[in-house]
């Protein structure tokens, strides 16, 4: 106990004498002598803040699912896109929660000459979006769906969609070549919509597409009827 008390004592002993020479010190003199003699324990303590940060929202991310992600390609309309009819109202007429956002982003993808480090950028976080399956619905021009459908990463809307889904939308079906040749129907025009008109996507750019790998395929199919007033 005696040791105990004396450390104590020497421990306020100390305490007292740093307090003195700081006291004594100018600003600048203080903020050198702070870091010249404290600086480890400064960084040791940054290092646990951002280890602790970084975990959480590591941790807070795991647990966000969105409730549909939708990718807009290529929309060059004169007025700016405008995602809210989805982020908000479409996610409250869902009635998702607060861990199922709905996302929805633009992005620019050429080919061939016109291809730019934006677009290879842009391809590249579509093809993770896709292989991660965290992407569900592409909304864009008919060269990225008719080359989307060459890679078989659309679904075919004929055997995708319910019935009365699919009569809803069977005069707006758009066509394209997968892998095989093959003609299959894998996107829908909704230029016109009310969507497409809140939305300010122009009408070269209002395919919309099912990506065939989603995982919300129930979400993915109710925004259609969301789209058509079903």
Known sequence: ???????????????????????????????????????????????????????????????????????????????????????????EHMGFGEKQPVYAESMFITYGDQATEYSYAAMAKLSALIASKDLDIIIGDRENIDHYTSLDGLADLEQFLPQDVLAAAEDRLIYAADSSGQSVATSIDISGTWLAERMHLAQESSSLSIVSNLRHTDNAIALIRYIFDL
């Open 1 to 91: 106990m005696l040791i105990k008390e004396e450390l104590k004592e020497h421990l306020r002993e100390e305490i007292r004498r740093e307090r003195q020479k700081l006291k004594e010190m100018s600003l600048s003199d203080k903020i050198w002598y702070i870091w010249e003699y404290y600086k480890f324990h400064i960084i040791g303590v940054f290092l646990v803040i951002l280890v602790i940060s970084i975990v959480a929202t590591s941790v807070h991310n795991a647990s966000i699912d969105p409730g549909i992600y939708c990718v807009v390609i290529n929309n060059r309309s004169s007025q700016e896109l405008d995602t809210s009819v989805l982020e908000q109202d479409f996610y």
